[in-house]
Nanobody, 122 residues
Framework: QVQLRESGGGSVQAGGSLRLSCAAS????????VGWFRQAPGKEREGIAM????????FYVNPVKGRFTISQDNAKNTVYLQMTSLKPEDTGVYYC???????????????WGQGTQVTVSS
């Protein structure tokens, strides 16, 4: 059974940094990619970064490109999201999820963590 657990969220001021962790267990070949998503209050969940586990290839959406970095530690079965130069518009609940199709569409991801709150104040 696949389990994903996010941690590392918190409250920071604009310009600050946070590192989110996604600890995974029970992954199979169908969990070939890991994505980070966020959901701001009143908005739909959006994909922001994803990584292909086997080839360690990363992709980002434009609003976070150059500020966020997704990485993985296979020995720890953990995927990270390093976030720098945070902005108030980065506020939301951050989720990690696994899938096999890649991309940033939440519908393409099958397994989800419970989320961690990130709040960025101006």
């Amino acid at each position: 059974q696949v389990q994903l657990r996010e941690s590392g969220g918190g409250s920071v001021q604009a310009g600050g940094s946070l590192r989110l962790s996604c600890a995974a267990s029970g992954l199979t070949y169908r969990d070939s990619c890991v994505g980070w998503f966020r959901q701001a209050p009143g908005k739909e969940r959006e994909g922001i970064a994803m990584i292909w586990r086997n080839i360690d290839r990363q992709f980002y959406v434009n609003p976070v490109k150059g500020r966020f970095t997704i990485s993985q530690d296979n020995a720890k079965n953990t995927v990270y999201l390093q976030m720098t130069s945070l902005k108030p518009e980065d506020t939301g609940v951050y989720y990690c999820a696994t899938g096999e199709n890649g991309g940033f569409n939440p519908a393409d991801y099958n397994r989800w963590g419970q989320g961690t709150q990130v709040t960025v104040s101006s």
